[in-house]
């Protein structure tokens, strides 16, 4: 293990060399297999864990001689690290090239919990016993104290218990606060209260958007006391933009908020969040590094994109690049992470190798514009890891930028990237459009002579009589008839439902036939769309999913609407409701298809004709299906409104039964064997 002694160059050096020789292909645990940490994760191109190159190679253990106690919170700068010594009331410094320890705030504070060092090396400790933080000058003089403000806007009620601080290039501290719901609290350099910054938004189940519509506001104030969570901690970067982590908030517990508090990446869907984060920061390259409480350390790009994960908790055996309790995690100019536990004590230091170093300069480069170089070091990185979603992405980017949309599109979908794919096919379809717009001017003029010439020797010599003759053939079948009917319910719905009443129209067998047309273009729409329009993997969907969500509900409508109809008065018997119900998607059926088609079509900046069509069919699907009931019960409108909400009441009811029994159903079992075991001994008495 390599000692303290050793100067940071010489840290660099082994570190490089070992990467090295994971570039080269030689396993890194043949080098050091007693401070191997737990592998390395990233996400591939169908969003799944898969295992890659070792991007961090954990070194030192740091504080081991010094007697820390329940440290709460680690910051490294300029060689030296700075740990928030909760239970000894003191801030803990050590420099990595002398090994000097010394020791601030011992006379001052009492259990600090965060702790940061700003532009001038002064340092800001968040006491949260105290209900202050404190800000020392580099020797330990107290410079400054930050308390509870005690203006009206602050609020009479709202905690103050500092739970971790930082401060900007202008002098402002930042402060979370335990308790606090309204965001960051905010002072001035001299310590006026300067407001809140950024803020968690509340969300609503899907009972409580039910509640807010029928309670009233006094139900709801007595009932509800929603209140958004409180940030847990914060980062800010060289920019001056600031971070923050939320426990138990699945979905965005990391947010990167812009000047006016907003986060930049809740538009992301690649994010990977967990429940229990801890601690965040931000490397030289803009990346953002979480650490959650069981030690899994999350490493992303400034967009939030995943990039690699590792560590994780120490069950067992205490393992060098394992940790029992995680709280805090810092980065130095380096790159290299400090990793504070608060059970064992410790700082575990990890080292970037060649391979986590390929990826940070080819990010880096991206961004300032170096494309070309970055698309070479992004192709040597799959070539060392085999899969990559950043690796496509990063690609992509670059053949982007070369204005090659071919090459970018197919790496943006490799990476998952719908955005990013959009933008590249529509530069593919304005080049294919401008390529070929004079072909197919010339050819749409072809076609229209060519259908009124044909026209024309038609009406003279019946050249199309014999195709004539055969659809006049097919629609002297019944059944045929009954599948083309659905053409004449879009324009007739009323007369068409009449005529079905009436057994005129329409057959058990056609509206068998229609369901299982409608279920193949359901199951298309869900899984068939193009890459664009489709976040649904059919690799893996199953089936028995897709029929339970499209043709179970039309089985437990047909079935609902019939036994209410039974006890309200309804006319219509359980084969005029199933059959209904079956031509009712005529729009479906004939329209949807167009719909699935254009996806193929269209970019994301035309998304909203998608939705247009696809809501238009639905709505026109649900006017059909009421007029049908209307008349096939011979309902007036609030009549088929009170059977329509019963029905619906009904099919709740059923799918809840449903559930209890299958949550019960191995005690039913249980059950049903002991009674048939019971009679059985008792028969052979």
């Known amino acids: 293990m390599i000692k303290t002694l050793v100067k940071r160059a010489t840290k660099s050096t082994i570190a490089a060399a070992l990467g090295i020789l994971l570039a080269l292909g030689f396993s890194t645990q043949s080098v050091r297999a007693e401070n191997a940490p737990a592998y390395t994760y990233t996400i591939s191109e169908d969003l799944k864990w898969v295992r890659t190159q070792d991007a961090y190679l954990n070194g030192e253990i740091l504080f081991r001689d010094i007697d820390l106690k329940k440290p709460e919170d680690i910051f490294v700068k300029d060689g030296r690290i700075y740990v928030a010594d909760t239970g000894n009331g003191r801030i803990t410094i050590k420099d990595l090239d002398t090994d000097e320890v010394t020791f601030i705030g011992e006379d001052t504070l009492s259990s600090p919990t965060g702790v940061y060092v700003d532009e001038e090396d002064n340092i800001i400790a968040a006491d949260y016993d105290l209900e202050q933080v404190v800000k020392f000058s580099p020797v330990g003089a107290v410079l400054k104290t930050y308390g509870r403000p005690d203006t009206p806007i602050f609020g009479k009620t709202t905690n103050f218990k500092p739970k971790k601080a930082l401060s900007d290039k202008k002098g402002n501290i930042y402060i979370v606060s335990e308790g606090t719901y309204d965001g960051i609290i905010q002072f001035s350099k001299e310590g006026e209260f300067l407001g809140y910054f950024g803020a968690n938004n509340t969300s609503k189940s899907l009972i409580e958007a039910i509640q807010d519509l029928v309670f009233t506001e006094a139900q709801k104030a007595k009932l509800f006391n929603r209140i958004p969570k409180s940030f847990y901690n914060l980062a800010i970067d060289k920019k001056g933009m600031t971070y923050t982590i939320t426990q138990g908030e699945r979905g965005h517990a990391i947010k990167k908020h812009n000047v006016s508090g907003s986060d930049i990446l809740a538009s992301n869907h690649v994010m990977i969040d967990e429940e229990n984060f801890v601690d965040i920061t931000v490397g030289t390259y803009g990346q953002i590094y979480a650490l959650t409480e069981t030690g899994l350390i999350y490493e992303y790009d400034s967009e ?58 080819a990010i880096s480069l991206f961004e300032i514009g170096k494309y070309l170089e970055s698309k070479d070091l992004w192709q040597q990185i799959l070539q060392l890891s085999g899969t990559s979603k950043i690796a496509y992405d990063g690609l992509g980017k670059a053949y982007f930028q070369e204005n090659d949309y071919k090459q970018a599109a197919e790496n943006f979908r490799l990476a998952q990237n719908r955005e990013d794919y959009s933008e590249s096919y529509w530069e593919i379809r304005n080049e294919w459009l401008q390529d070929n717009i004079a072909v197919m001017l010339i050819l749409l003029v072809l076609a229209a002579l060519i259908s009124k010439v044909l026209k024309k020797i038609d009406s003279k010599k019946g050249i199309f009589n014999p195709i004539r003759g055969l659809k006049a053939k097919l629609k002297e079948n019944r059944l045929v008839r009954d599948l083309l009917y659905l053409k004449r319910v879009l324009r007739h719905p009323i007369d068409c439902m009449y005529e079905i009443r009436k057994d005129r129209q329409g057959s058990t067998l056609a509206a068998t036939i229609i369901y299982a047309g409608a279920f193949i273009i359901f199951t298309i729409n869900y899984i068939g769309r193009s890459f664009i329009f489709n976040y649904v993997d059919a690799r893996n969907i199953s089936y028995f999913y897709i029929i339970s969500i499209s043709l179970l509900p039309v089985a437990l409508w047909a079935g609902a609407n019939y036994m209410v109809s039974s006890i309200n008065d309804g006319e219509g018997r359980f084969k005029d409701v199933y059959t209904a119900t079956a031509y009712s998607l005529a729009p479906f059926i004939i329209l949807m ?13 035309e998304a909203f004709i998608i939705e247009l069509a696809s809501l238009i069919i639905w709505v026109w699907c649900g006017v059909i299906l009421f007029l049908g009931l209307k008349e096939i019960h011979n309902y007036e409108v609030g009549e088929v409104i009170k059977s329509i909400i019963l029905s619906l009441f009904l099919i709740l009811v059923g799918i809840i039964c449903f559930s209890i029994v299958y949550m019960l159903w191995d005690q039913l079992m249980e059950f049903v064997y002991s009674v048939l075991r019971e009679v059985a001994y008792n028969a052979r008495k």
């Open 304 to 361: 939030g994109n995943l990039i690699f994960s590792f560590g994780g908790r120490a069950i067992s055996t205490e393992r060098n690049g394992l940790f029992t309790v995680g709280a805090g995690i810092a980065v130095d100019k380096d790159n290299y992470i400090y990793v504070l536990d608060k059970e064992r004590n410790v700082v575990q230091v990890f080292y970037p190798t060649v391979f986590a170093e390929m990826i940070h300069e």
């Open 593 to 605: 298809p167009f719909v699935i088609a254009l996806t193929y079509v269209l970019t994301l900046n």
